[in-house]
T-cell receptor, first 111, second 116 residues
């Protein structure tokens, strides 16, 4: 099993550009989440999904969209990138809720 | 004020020492408490998972929860250089992510350096 994979590993955007961060898991987990990690702020939940076709907002959803058309994939879309979205983004999945399995992260810089 | 507070460190200790980490929180509804370890440029990985109050031990790691004081701790015995990482506490009111609203709230993380 590859676990949770994320692409790209690094990305540099200009203000106003849009892009999609990809996340996939091969563990057949129902629950998937997107977090951002900023220095001293810990991980903050952006959006999450409790199953295919079902998504909801987390703590910091503004400027991001998600969809969940399959169990495996949970892409995160930045609509119009802003410097405040410079961060490290982690995707996670879980089936039981006991353990979140995190991907390796995407490091995003918005100039 | 943040819901979960954690000293950012760095906490530097000699190899073999006991590492003591803690988090305080303000939400009395939290019942599930976790510690994650994060190596540099990697995703977090679960170390310890506890429900409600009490102690839990797993090898060199001991997690303690004191709900009356809203305080949780992680102790690492016989620390090794490989324990050098950032340790994040996390907590939720319900079984994490099993239902809408049972989101995890993370502390900011404590960076630990174990020197040989």
């Amino acid at each position: 099993n590859a676990g949770v994979t994320q692409t790209p590993k690094f990305q540099v955007l200009k203000t106003g550009q849009s892009m999609t961060l990809q996340c996939a898991q091969d563990m057949n987990h129902e629950y998937m989440s997107w977090y951002r990690q900023d220095p001293g702020m810990g991980l903050r939940l952006i959006h999450y999904s409790v199953g295919a076709g079902i998504t909801d907002q987390g703590e910091v959803p503004n400027g991001y969209n998600v969809s969940r058309s399959t169990t495996e994939d949970f892409p995160l879309r930045l609509l119009s990138a802003a410097p405040s979205q410079t961060s490290v983004y982690f995707c996670a999945s879980t089936q039981t809720g006991r353990e979140q399995f995190f991907g390796p992260g995407t490091r995003l810089t918005v100039l | 004020q943040k819901e979960v507070e954690q000293d950012p460190g760095p906490l530097s200790v000699p190899e073999g020492a006991i590492v003591s980490l803690n988090c305080t929180y303000s939400n009395s509804a939290f019942q599930y408490f976790m510690w994650y370890r994060q190596y540099s440029r990697k995703g977090p990985e679960l170390l310890m998972y506890t429900y409600s109050s009490g102690n839990k031990e797993d090898g060199r790691f001991t997690a303690q929860v004191d709900k009356s004081s809203k305080y949780i701790s992680l102790f690492i015995r016989d620390s090794q250089p490989s324990d050098s990482a950032t340790y994040l506490c996390a907590m939720s009111a319900g079984r994490p992510m099993r239902a809408a609203g049972n989101k995890l709230t993370f502390g900011g993380g404590t960076r630990v350096l174990v020197k040989p």
